[in-house]
């Protein structure tokens, strides 16, 4: 089974904070994804990556930043935490292909005080 | 960004009871995913449906994606107490990305 392994399940930080979310795919997967969840907006795309050192803006970049290292790991940075960016974050990963799955991790529940 | 408009937000029900939730867009999707989200968990895939017309069945769970391609139903038959959670729908143009747009659930809750 793919595992989808987020660092943390909660975290509390405040203004101001740099925050790193850190996550790890074991399957070689070559696509990697990371999507805020909030009621009533369902899952939207921050940045997403098709291959180490590449990445590219979903729909709500602002304020976000990532990095890939390496292929397993894919990283999402808030440059400077604000409290609008309280939220569940979710990391999935994919295969390429026509159409592969998501697989997602279990999310790190954020709150920005 | 683009959004998928899912049906309904919310639902309350008995156990047995039949559900259905719909997802409509404005643009056409050549592949529609359901997913569905236990408390405290990342969402997991339940069915996928690649062709306009296409109706795909994984146990008690129907899935038909529309034949315009701008919508998909999912159908839940005489529903059990671990069908609780969050279903989203989602929707892939391949555009050489294979960036998928999410609905905004249906949060489904069951009376025993």
């Known amino acids: 089974d793919v595992k989808v392994t987020q660092s943390s399940r909660y975290l509390v930080k405040r203004t101001g904070e740099k925050v790193f979310l850190e996550c790890v795919q074991d399957?070689?997967?070559?696509?990697m994804f990371w999507y805020r969840q909030d009621p009533g907006l369902g899952l939207r795309l921050i940045y997403f990556s098709y291959d180490v050192k590449m990445k590219e803006k979903g729909d709500i970049p602002e304020g976000y930043s990532v990095s890939r290292e390496k292929k397993e790991r894919f990283s999402l940075i808030l440059e400077s935490a604000s409290t609008n960016q309280t939220s569940m974050y979710l990391c999935?990963?994919?295969?390429?292909?026509?159409?592969?799955?998501?697989?997602f991790g279990n999310g790190t529940r954020l709150t920005v005080t | 960004g683009q959004q998928l408009n899912q049906s309904p937000q919310s639902m309350f029900i008995q156990e047995g009871e039949d559900v259905s939730m719909n997802c409509t867009s404005s643009s056409i999707f050549n592949t529609w995913l359901w997913y569905k989200q236990d408390p405290g968990e990342g969402p997991v895939l339940l069915i996928a449906l690649y062709k306009a017309g296409e109706l795909t069945s994984n146990g008690r769970l129907t899935a038909q994606f529309g034949i315009t391609r701008k919508d998909s139903f999912l159908n839940i038959s005489a529903s059990i107490p671990s069908d609780v959670g969050i279903y989203f729908c989602a929707g892939l143009q391949i555009q050489g990305a294979q960036k998928l747009v999410f609905g905004q659930g249906t949060r489904l809750t069951i009376n025993p």
């Open positions: 999935a990963s994919s295969q390429n292909g026509v159409y592969s799955p998501l697989h």
């Open positions: 399957m070689d997967h070559e696509n």
